[in-house]
């Protein structure tokens, strides 16, 4: 089974950027599609970016799109989310997460998804 490590995360003000890491274990990292999910207090964990095995297709959620980018590389078994203009609502745990399985539809859902990281705290002020 894949071992995830995320860091990077932090407390920053409105508009600032950060860069989150995911560090895998085993040789096979270049077989999993990616994600990256979300999860704020008081709220279920929702879908923020994916990547396929090459890096070549990625989704965003909407809340996201045009602010994060997701990318990975297999040589370095890490996979990163770039995070521009960041806003008090970005505030969550940020978790990373592999799967076997891709298309549209399953990688924007947790239950697709069969590794997970034990989280960054990413924490936006005003």
């Known amino acids: 089974q894949v071992q995830l490590v995320e860091s990077g995360g932090g407390l920053v003000h409105d508009g600032a950027s950060l860069r989150l890491s995911c560090a895998a274990s085993g040789r096979t990292f270049s077989r999993y599609a990616m994600g990256w999910f979300r999860q704020a207090p008081g709220k279920e964990r929702e879908f923020v970016a994916a990547i396929n095995w090459s890096g070549d297709t990625t989704y965003y959620a909407d809340s996201v799109k045009g602010r994060f980018t997701i990318s990975r590389d297999n040589a370095k078994n890490t996979m990163w989310l770039l995070m521009n203009n960041l806003k008090p609502e970005d505030t969550a745990v940020y978790y990373c997460?592999?799967?076997?399985?891709?298309?549209?539809?399953?990688?924007?859902?947790?239950?697709?998804?069969?590794?997970w990281g034990q989280g960054t705290q990413v924490t936006v002020s005003t």
């Open positions: 997460a592999v799967t076997y399985s891709w298309s549209k539809t399953l990688a924007l859902g947790a239950s697709s998804y069969d590794s």
